[in-house]
């Protein structure tokens, strides 16, 4: 990796502090901005709603769908413009399939996250208790909800983390980075990524530059 060294200070799970040495001020903030908008999460794009009948538009029950958490896979699923399905809801190879069936009942009852049915039970909310929308006796909401992955830097509800800071270190060249996961991936493994898809971007423009000088 260009000669980076990285080592894990702190890690705990969903928070970690990483430091970068060998490496100029410029590289270590496109590592941040990289886990910010680039690493690819899962979450939830296209709503087919099949009944509706609670105080929620369909755009807003759609909307509070789609920035809810996903847990992300980066090993099984592909981004939808990598795919060969040609599909505009993708295949099992890009997005996953939730359900929701929800009915109100005698007391006013509040529809959550972990109400939502996937197809793959590796991939769900990171949480089951994220508020969706309440029912009233009578009123009921039926969907289904594609998740597929996407970017940060496409929309927020991509971002893989919530937390993306860069502080010096305690040497010339070292730089520590501070990344709070939204849940759907370690943050080690989002940092780790992002110096990836970082070393894949550089690579290119290597290869472009090299070839325009010949």
């Known amino acids: ?16 502090v990483i ?27 296209d709503v087919v709603i099949l009944e509706n009948s609670s105080v929620l538009y369909d755009e807003i029950l759609a909307q ?5 958490p996903i847990r992300t896979d980066l090993t ?4 939808p413009e990598k795919c060969d399905c040609g599909s505009p809801l993708g295949c099992h190879k890009c997005r996953v399939l939730f359900v929701l069936d929800a009915k109100g009942k005698e007391k006013v009852s509040t529809v959550l996250s972990g109400d939502l049915v996937s197809e793959d039970r590796d991939v769900r909310p990171v949480s089951e208790s994220i ?19 996407g970017r940060g ?16 270190g305690k040497t010339e060249g070292s730089f520590q980075l501070t990344v709070e996961s939204a849940g759907g991936m370690p943050a080690r493994d989002i940092v780790l990524k992002a110096i ?4 894949e971007k550089l690579k290119e423009i290597g290869v472009s530059v090299g070839g325009a000088t010949e």
């Open 1 to 16: 990796m260009l000669g980076v060294k990285t080592k894990v200070i702190e890690d705990t799970g969903n928070s970690v």
């Open 19 to 45: 430091q970068l040495d060998g490496v100029d001020r410029s590289y270590a903030n496109a590592v941040r901005r990289f886990c910010l908008a680039e690493v690819p999460s899962m979450a939830i794009d």
């Open 64 to 68: 509070r769908l789609g920035m809810v």
């Open 76 to 79: 099984r699923y592909i981004l």
């Open 131 to 149: 508020p969706i929308v309440k029912l009233a006796q009578g009123q009921s909401v039926k969907l289904e909800a594609y998740a597929r992955l």
């Open 153 to 168: 830097k496409e929309h927020a509800k991509w971002q893989p983390a919530t937390v993306s800071v860069l502080t010096e």
């Open 196 to 199: 990836q898809l970082l070393e």
